[in-house]
């Protein structure tokens, strides 16, 4: 797929942007900038007319000055008053936090929570891309530019084919387990976004087989996924119609406003300290507590897990998916306490065997 047609959302352009200027010491020109920097150089054609990609930049360049970064712009002192040499930078010094700027363990979790989010994705993929292309030009930078790159790691095994696939617009197969099905379906797939919602990973795409859009919990697919070599189209949206991931979100978002758990917990238990701390939880005047969800094996899942702390009082259907964790859970319990006690008698009662031998020449 030609690069031209690949969207680059203006948040990734924006971080692609100070990510260069960070690790160029010297500062780079306008012209290396559009032809190296995600988001600008796939529109960037060499000799060609760039007026509108550098009325973006200008743009780009204001935005970034309001969120506080400080942004320098160096004229060729030899060529003063020409824009087309000037160079910009972002200072490491000026960029770095104020000595008298410190965090909270608690704040410092979120903060490395929030970077977990970016570690070998695209993002990152693109801009080792750019940084060669700017050694390429003679540009020096400095190193570790990583240092400055937000570093995530996820626990969900088909965060990486998926999102490569996203960036390649090709199709995707895998095996998905939907709760209470004992086998796993095979799945044929043009991946449209992949999201983060409420602490998970949910692949959004065009299941080939029902010819509909579905949404796919990532921990959910079973073994591997598999990046095919068909490549797809998408349409262009409409205009003012939200992307797909505006629109997988939003669902979600949805689903988890209309969706309300009523638990009683033990007063002081484990279970009341978690989940009265839960995202979206209200205490109710009656003591008990209302608690958000999208995904109803996900909570029952979640709420077994507190045992005899919790009463779930409603929906209905949640209530069912909890007693029967806890069924589950106590006939294998009673079945291990039996092989268990098996095994004790069947020990007790056996005969200690001997093994005469006869005396050695």
């Not at 352009?13 to 920097?37: D, M, P």
């Not at 030899?78 to 104020?98: F, H, M, T, V, W």
């Not at 579905?214 to 959910?220: E, G, H």
């Not at 505006?246 to 406003?257: F, G």
Request: charged fraction near 25%; charge should be negative.
């Amino acid at each position: 797929m030609a690069e031209s047609t690949v969207h680059v959302s203006v948040e990734e352009r924006l971080f692609s942007l100070v990510l260069a200027l960070l690790s160029s010491e010297y500062g780079l020109t306008k012209h290396q900038i559009l032809g190296t920097v995600q988001g600008y150089r796939q529109r960037y054609t060499v000799g060609g007319d760039n007026s509108s990609l550098e009325r973006q930049f200008e743009r780009d360049k204001d935005d970034i000055r309001e969120l506080g970064v400080p942004l320098e712009t160096l004229e060729d002192p030899s060529d003063a008053g020409n824009n087309q040499e000037s160079r910009y930078r972002i200072p490491k010094g000026d960029y770095n936090l104020p000595a008298d700027i410190s965090f909270t363990p608690e704040e410092t979790t979120l903060l490395n929570l929030a970077g977990m989010v970016w570690r070998e994705g695209s993002l990152s993929g693109d801009s080792r891309r750019a940084l060669l292309k700017l050694r390429s030009l003679g540009v020096e930078t400095r190193e570790p530019v990583v240092g400055y790159a937000p570093r995530v790691r996820t626990r969900d095994a088909a965060f990486s084919p998926l999102t490569d696939a996203l960036a390649r617009r090709m199709q995707v197969t895998f095996s998905y387990l939907k709760p209470g099905e004992t086998k796993a379906r095979e799945r044929t797939v043009n991946p449209l976004a992949v999201v983060q919602h409420r602490g998970r990973w949910y692949l959004f795409g065009l299941d080939r087989t029902v010819h509909a859009e579905r949404t796919y919990l990532l921990s959910r697919i079973v073994g591997k996924v598999t990046v095919t070599r068909k490549p797809f189209e998408l349409s262009p949206p409409e205009p003012g119609a939200a992307g797909s991931a505006a629109l997988c979100l939003a669902q979600l978002d949805a689903i988890w406003e209309r969706s309300i758990a009523t638990v009683s917990t033990v007063p002081g238990s484990d279970a009341d300290a978690r989940l009265a701390k839960r995202g979206g939880s209200i205490r109710n005047p009656d003591g008990t507590l209302s608690l958000h969800f999208s995904d109803t094996a996900l909570i029952a899942d979640e709420l077994a897990g507190f045992g005899p702390e919790v009463l779930v009082t409603a929906p209905a259907d949640l209530i069912d998916a909890v007693r029967s964790r806890l069924e589950q859970t106590a006939t294998a319990h009673a079945a291990a306490q039996a092989e268990a006690h098996a095994a004790a008698n069947t020990a007790a009662h056996a005969e200690p065997t001997t093994t005469a031998s006869e005396p050695s020449a």
